[in-house]
């Protein structure tokens, strides 16, 4: 007989997949630079800064008069033709920090920049959730990674961290750790610690075989380019075609810090994600789950508008995002690019708040108060 | 036994542990005479000096991007021997009360800036005064390079203050939030304009970047140095209850006892914020000892790592496991994630943190392979950004020599399976465990399997 806490989401029919959206975080750690991105090839204080490292103007690709692709993102040039790909410039927040660590938990935690949570935005979406009753599996957000991020962690609820389904599923199948397991009733379960650990244990090994069983039944056709970060795009695309529960996913690709010999370091970086990416795209296109999908990039911050002695770049404040969908309502590029002529201090000034971006994924993608995650109101934006 | 059981639960939170060769010394020993010798054994504070090299800023400044490199790599290799160091010295020293103390102010004084050499002065000033006075802590701490350096009192000028530290100060270092107003904030930052260090790293207080003017701060009117701001906030019984209050979490319960509370509270003050006699009150008070103070806290993961490897006597053949365990677990020496350190508890536990936990014992014990790539700490992406290959999957055979012989050899012969179990957890046994017990007949099979339990996680 399998206990009662061992089955996985049976009663939830099918017919609860229609229209079932997704939505996919990148993560760029390290500070990515974006105007060598989202080039502002037309703007001559862009070329007097960057004497040796900005993008020419014959080898970007132009995305309008104003801002065009670095050469590496060429493979997402498709993609953007087509009206999948929306790009908001200048987000960032109020008294920016430029060290990593710190500005990245700003974003992750979405917290005012005076302001220390434990706990993320993400994981504050799943503690709602379960406020509302609705789903309560770890399995609701799945960061694709060997450790979970601290914007994967709620007060109550935590997402989970899977690299591969199979070596997870494999990990939890030992003979000693199913005795764990199968020893304990969840409903006798105390609410101390050893409750709340073995609590943990049960729902990794429930999650386990929810996502592995569930996702085997999937085989990626698509082409993927042979990096671990398409790779993991490709767990997530199999995770979504084959029709797991799971309402977010998160995947990191890091060396975005270039403060020496920047054009080679970050261009191959872009590259890697500008190649994954595309193929990520093309591949939900072609199994019409493009529309249930929202992917969003974003980095902890730009980088200083002044190229330094090094022919990098410096640690900066606001940066762009980008969007990927079938459903965007406002694809191309989002807002106007970034004010070059007036600066704070060297740096880009925001014009966008990161937390109305997130608050308009919550509102009009996950449907949840945007409020109840981020503590207090953001008006948000119009690109879904 | 039941002095014995208290004495573990002594072991296990003012220390990394009990182990089977304490428990042949310990056997009569009371809890008074416990307690003593725990902080005569903690009587030596022994720097940690692993770093001996400094980075001139300067000059780097003017680098060509091989040096850099070159740099980048020095300043790697000096923080990983310095983390490597600490978790060294906290698994195999006698001083374990002053180890358990450092690591507790070194999450209450979170500090994470560049120098290794500077974060190794910090950690050695929270060390020297771990068990000593707390104002004299607090100072050496607030003016230490590390620190004014993190809280940005460097920039802290006559004219153009930075709250930064003034803020910290109060919210996590002395009176906790809502205790202190806005404008408390100001004033005392005024105070502090000045507080610097030379490029030997000696603080000094610079006389023409301080503001002499008077300052009004918690009701009190004067010139205001920055000791004096200090000074004003240890007279507030606040402080004292704030800094209990950590302790009593750390020490004893996450849920706070109000009365339990109080009474620290009286002792800290009126020992004008002596640490030893507040930590003797707490090791001797009856409640110390309740069973729901027993066997309930989440081990961080560094009591995880340095208790395994007490109780095992593991060495490392490749020590940079020890920092792979630290990232996977989620608390890696001087890494904490900002200023207010790592929140503990529950926060330690997700469900890939919980299988590696889960897992990394009989890796340890039983030369397993550990599987883990990892992400990367967000202040090291400007090392990787200078090396192509920024894949650091691993997957290789931990290499360790845990000392079997005298693990075994200092069980009491007379001590049956059952006991053994209940030594090594501090939990009572339940079910599974009871049936590994009886089922098991492998002594060793048994141990690395008690070791991969939940309960082993609880202390």
Wanted: hydrophobic share 35%.
């Amino acid at each position: 007989m399998v206990p009662a806490f061992l089955k996985p989401l049976e009663a939830m029919a099918m017919s609860g997949l229609t229209g079932y959206k997704n939505l996919v975080i990148i993560q760029l750690s390290g500070g990515n630079d974006g105007l060598n991105t989202i080039v502002p090839y037309c703007n001559d204080i862009y070329f007097q800064k960057r004497s040796t490292i900005a993008i020419k103007e014959t080898d970007v690709i132009p995305l309008d008069d104003m801002q065009a692709f670095n050469p590496n993102l060429s493979a997402l040039k498709e993609i953007y033709d087509q009206g999948y790909m929306s790009i908001i410039n200048s987000v960032g927040y109020p008294n920016p920090d430029r060290s990593h660590f710190r500005s990245m938990d700003i974003w992750q935690t979405a917290s005012d920049s005076n302001q220390f949570l434990t706990n993320g935005w993400i994981g504050r979406y799943l503690d709602a959730n379960c406020q509302n009753n609705k789903s309560q599996n770890p399995y609701t957000a799945i960061e694709v990674d060997d450790t979970l991020s601290l914007a994967m962690k709620g007060a109550k609820m935590k997402a989970i961290a899977v690299q591969d389904p199979y070596k997870l599923f494999q990990t939890t199948r030992e003979p000693f750790f199913k005795d764990l397991v199968h020893s304990q009733n969840s409903e006798h379960l105390n609410e101390d610690n050893l409750g709340y650990l073995y609590k943990t244990m049960i729902e990794t090994y429930s999650s386990a075989d929810y996502i592995q069983n569930t996702s085997k039944t999937y085989k990626t056709t698509a082409e993927y380019p042979a990096t671990q970060f398409a790779n993991q795009l490709k767990t997530v695309s199999k995770f979504i075609n084959s029709g797991l529960q799971t309402r977010v996913y998160y995947v990191s690709l890091s060396g975005f810090d270039t403060h020496v010999g920047q054009q080679g370091q970050q261009g191959r970086q872009l590259k890697i994600y500008g190649d994954a990416v595309a193929a990520f795209i093309k591949d939900l296109k072609q199994t019409n789950k493009l529309d249930d999908t929202l992917v969003m990039t974003f980095s902890e911050f730009g980088r200083r508008v002044e190229q330094n002695a090094s022919n990098g770049t410096d640690h900066g404040t606001a940066n762009n995002i980008m969007l990927y969908g079938g459903k965007l309502k406002k694809a191309g590029i989002y807002n106007p690019a970034p004010d070059l002529s007036t600066l704070d201090n060297g740096d880009l000034k925001y014009q966008i708040d990161f937390r109305d971006v997130y608050a308009t994924i919550l509102d009009k993608w996950l449907n949840v108060d945007n409020s109840l995650v981020l503590n207090k109101n953001f008006a948000g934006l119009q690109f879904i | 036994m039941k002095d014995i059981k208290q004495i573990k639960h002594l072991f296990a939170r003012a220390g990394f542990g009990m182990r089977f060769e304490d428990l042949k010394k310990y056997k009569n020993t009371s809890i008074n005479k416990a307690v003593k010798e725990l902080f005569e054994n903690s009587d030596n504070d022994d720097p940690i000096a692993v770093v001996t090299q400094t980075v001139d800023d300067m000059m780097l400044a003017k680098a060509d991007a091989d040096t850099k490199k070159k740099f980048f790599q020095m300043e790697r290799d000096q923080e990983k021997n310095l983390n490597l160091g600490w978790i060294t010295k906290m698994s195999t020293t006698d001083a374990i009360l002053r180890e358990k103390m450092t690591l507790f102010w070194s999450n209450h004084f979170s500090c994470r800036d560049g120098k290794a050499i500077y974060i190794q002065q910090l950690n050695n000033i929270q060390r020297a005064n771990a068990l000593g006075n707390f104002r004299t802590l607090l100072i050496q701490v607030s003016q230490s390079p590390a620190m004014l350096l993190f809280l940005n009192n460097q920039q802290n000028h006559k004219g153009h203050p930075n709250e930064n530290f003034a803020r910290e100060l109060m919210e996590l270092f002395t009176i906790g939030r809502g205790n202190y107003t806005e404008q408390d904030v100001k004033e005392s930052a005024r105070a502090f304009t000045g507080w610097g260090f030379d490029k030997d790293g000696i603080f000094k207080m610079r006389p023409f970047l301080h503001d002499t003017g008077v300052k009004t701060f918690m009701g009190k009117t004067g010139n205001f140095q920055g000791e004096d701001i200090i000074d004003i906030l240890l007279s507030k019984k606040q402080t004292a209850r704030f800094i209990s209050t950590k302790l009593y979490k750390y020490l004893v319960n996450e849920t706070p006892d109000n009365a339990h509370i109080n009474a620290m509270t009286d002792v800290f003050f009126n020992a004008n914020y002596e640490i030893k006699p507040l930590l003797e009150f707490v090791f001797t008070a009856d409640w110390f000892y309740d069973d729901n103070n027993t066997g309930n806290l989440i081990k961080s993961p560094i009591d995880f790592i340095v208790g395994l490897n007490r109780q095992f006597y593991v060495t490392y053949q490749k020590p940079d496991v020890l920092l792979l365990f630290q990232r996977a677990l989620g608390q890696e020496l001087f890494y904490p994630p900002n200023v207010a350190g790592w929140p503990g508890g529950r926060n330690w536990i997700d469900s890939s943190s919980l299988m590696y936990r889960l897992k990394i014992a009989s890796t340890v014990l039983d030369q397993g392979l550990i599987d883990f790539t990892g992400k990367t700490d967000p202040e090291d992406e400007a090392f990787l950004a200078t090396v192509r290959n920024q894949q650091h999957v691993v997957n290789t055979r931990v290499q360790t020599d845990p000392d079997w012989d005298k693990f075994f050899s200092d069980i009491p012969k007379d001590m049956s399976k059952v006991e053994i179990a209940q030594f090594l957890l501090e939990p009572p046994l339940n079910g599974t465990v009871q049936n590994t017990v009886n089922e098991d007949n492998d002594l060793k099979i048994m141990v690395v399997e008690l070791v991969s339990t939940p309960e082993y996680q609880l202390y």
